[in-house]
């Protein structure tokens, strides 16, 4: 049995605590948070100790696994404690609040021999999979461009707080959503980014809620998104371009491709995710997570956290943010 705690009880925490709820060989021995009703409701539904800090908690308990799910500023002050107590860490994205953050984090890791994951889950959902497998296989020629949109409010009515401070959150949309953009770009496109550059618009605060970017990765193919958070329209749409093909994603909805004839088809929605399970990318994530416990593999690792933090500070100093 893997004992696992999770510290910060908002809104990751609970779609966490639904994907470990249906694995046999785990057990939440314990949650925390400041906010002691949010962390008494959680402990009774999952029958774990309450904590209302971090450090008391560690004291207490026998732990494998602290699953981090605090809010970005709070991530480099946790994982070096739950580092320095010997736990193994999961630690939410984005990784930390800048890069110097998230390399304390791997060295703080290392220093204690313990593994670190980041919860960078493109790599777990159902239309990307099947995108990288797709691209793989060469069915529709080879991939040249990549181009997200996500249009939405951002802030939305049930964000957190903290999200539009960037002491605490690290940055705009760019920083939030972005950070899922640049994972699902890279590991479709199987590449690294080697120049990125970008125009923000600070609407609200010292946060950006607008990021027209553009990436060049090491294998040539060229990545763009839009992230416009003040839109009263949401979309999220991911095209492909192939050199005999395109391949349409509508996360967590559907993909849909075409060959020369421009005659899109079905590969997959969201009914096929259902059924077979896929769609709960959550426990596919955690599922890897407690495996490696065993295999001391982590397949996204502290470095690739960091990684994607300094693309982020790329755009960032392209677009003039200090
Ligand atoms: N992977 C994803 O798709 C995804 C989705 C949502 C959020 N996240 C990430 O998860 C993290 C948390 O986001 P959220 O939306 O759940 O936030 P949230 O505000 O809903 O929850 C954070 C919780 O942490 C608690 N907290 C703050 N400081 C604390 C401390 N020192 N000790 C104990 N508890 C403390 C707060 O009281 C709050 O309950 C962020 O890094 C966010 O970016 C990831």
Redesign the pocket.
């Known amino acids: 049995m893997t004992n696992v705690a999770i ?9 966490h605590v639904q994907a470990l709820a249906q694995m046999e060989d785990v057990r939440i021995a314990a949650v ?4 002691e009703v ?2 008494r409701q959680l402990a009774k539904k999952v029958g774990a100790e309450a904590y ?3 450090e008391e908690m560690l004291e207490s308990e026998r732990l494998q696994l602290a699953i ?5 500023a ?2 480099g ?2 994982a070096r404690y739950c580092a320095g107590k010997g736990v193994n860490i999961f ?4 990784m930390g609040v800048d890069a110097a953050d998230c390399r304390s984090i791997i060295d703080a890791c290392k220093a204690n021999g313990v593994m670190l994951w980041v ?3 493109q790599r777990y959902s159902m239309e990307n999979r099947i995108a990288r497998e797709l691209v793989e296989s060469g069915e529709y020629g080879r991939l040249l461009a990549i181009n997200e949109v996500r249009t939405c409010g951002y802030p939305g009515p049930n ?5 539009m401070k960037r002491e605490i ?1 690290g940055g705009g949309i760019m920083y ?1 959503f972005g ?2 953009t640049l994972d699902m770009i890279k590991y479709i496109s199987g590449s690294r980014v080697v120049l990125a550059e970008s125009s923000v618009n600070f609407s609200s605060g010292d946060s950006e809620n607008v990021a027209i970017g553009f990436l060049k990765l090491e294998n040539g193919v060229s990545a763009t998104f839009n992230l416009v958070g003040s839109c009263s329209v949401n979309r999220y749409e991911i095209v492909l371009y192939l050199t005999e093909g395109e391949i349409r994603i509508k996360p967590r909805r559907s993909i849909v491709a075409c060959g020369r004839d421009g005659v899109f088809q079905k590969i997959a929605d969201a009914e096929d995710a259902e059924a077979s399970r896929d769609k709960n990318w959550q426990y596919l994530q955690l599922r890897d997570v407690i495996d490696s416990l065993k295999t001391g593999e982590a397949k996204v690792t502290g470095e690739y956290g960091l990684e994607i933090i300094e693309n982020i500070e790329s755009l960032y100093a392209s677009a003039g943010r200090k």
Request: aromatic share 6%.
């Open positions: 510290i910060g009880c908002g809104k990751i925490a609970n779609s925390c948070d400041l906010n949010k962390c209302t800090s971090y981090i799910c605090l809010p970005p709070f991530h002050e946790c630690l939410e994205k984005p919860g960078h889950m964000s957190p707080e903290w999200l959150s939030n950070a899922h």
